[in-house]
C-alpha cells in the first residue's frame, strides 16, 4: 500500500514567486493535514481537511497560502506570493480519523522543501 | 494551551550505547495521546509509537523502549544498543481534546547522531 506521497520533494524559487504542492493521501484516508517546520523549529499544524471540508485552518500564517482539496482527494497548499521566511519542509499527512480517537495514527510523508530565495 | 519540550537538541553517542531521549509535556486535558515519529535522511517521518494518557504501562519494541510517567509529564524513549541506522531527528508529539483532537503539537526534535 502507498504512502502518503508529496511533489515535489524540493523546490527552490524567487521571492514574489508562486509555488504549489501537491500531496496524494494513504487511500482511503477522509483526513488530510498539512504542517510545517521551518529551519530548527518545531514542526506546526497549518490545516485539516476531513474530505473535501477544511475542519481547521487555525495554523495557516497568512492569506498568501491556500490550500485545496478538491473531490476530497489530493490536497494542493499554494504559497502566493513567496516571501523568504516561507522556506522550510512542508508535511502532508494523512489518517482514517482524527488521532485524538483510539486506533488513528497519523502518516506523514516525506516532505516538501521549499527554500525561497 | 499544549506544549512539548524537547531540551536535547543534539545528542551523540557511539554504536552499542544506550541512549535516552526527553520529552516533557503540558497539557489541561485529561485525555490526551502521546507520539514519537522518527525522521531518517531521507525526510520521511516515520511513526514509532501512540500512547494514551491511561496507558502508563510501559512499552518496549525490540531496542526500543518507552517511558510514560505521568507525574513528570514525561515520555522518553530509550534506545538500547544503538546502531548507525538510528542516527535521525526524532519528535515527540501531542494530541488532545484541545483544538478538537486533531492537531499534533510537536517538539522541536533531538538529532540524534550513532557513530562507529
Known amino acids: 500500500e502507498a504512502g502518503v506521497t508529496q511533489f515535489p520533494s524540493h523546490s527552490v524559487i524567487e521571492k514574489g514567486q508562486t509555488v504549489t504542492l501537491r500531496c496524494d493521501p494513504i487511500s482511503g484516508h477522509d483526513n488530510l493535514y498539512w504542517y510545517r517546520r521551518v529551519m530548527g523549529k518545531e514542526i506546526k499544524f497549518l490545516l485539516h481537511f476531513v474530505k473535501e471540508s477544511k475542519q481547521d485552518e487555525s495554523g495557516m500564517p497568512n492569506n498568501r497560502f491556500l490550500a485545496e482539496r478538491t473531490g476530497g482527494t489530493y490536497s494542493t497548499l499554494k504559497v502566493q506570493p513567496a516571501e523568504l521566511e516561507d522556506s522550510g519542509v512542508y508535511f502532508c499527512?494523512?489518517?482514517?480519523?482524527?488521532?485524538?480517537?483510539?486506533?488513528?495514527?497519523?502518516?506523514f510523508g516525506e516532505g516538501s522543501w521549499l527554500t525561497v530565495v | 494551551a499544549q506544549k512539548v519540550t524537547q531540551a536535547q537538541t543534539e545528542i551523540s553517542v557511539v554504536e552499542k550505547e544506550d541512549v535516552t531521549l526527553d520529552c516533557v509535556y503540558e497539557t489541561r486535558d485529561t485525555t490526551y495521546y502521546l507520539f514519537w515519529y522518527k525522521q531518517p535522511p531521507s525526510g520521511e517521518l516515520v511513526f514509532l509509537i501512540r500512547r494514551n494518557s491511561f496507558d502508563e504501562q510501559n512499552e518496549i519494541s525490540g531496542r526500543y523502549s518507552w517511558n510514560f510517567q505521568k507525574s513528570t509529564s514525561s515520555f522518553n524513549f530509550t534506545i538500547t544498543a544503538s546502531q548507525v541506522v538510528d542516527s535521525a531527528v526524532y519528535f515527540c508529539a501531542l494530541s488532545g481534546f484541545t483544538g478538537g483532537g486533531n492537531k499534533l503539537t510537536f517538539g522541536t526534535g533531538t538529532q540524534l547522531k550513532v557513530e562507529l
Open positions: 499527512a494523512s489518517s482514517q480519523g482524527a488521532p485524538g480517537n483510539s486506533g488513528n495514527t497519523i502518516y
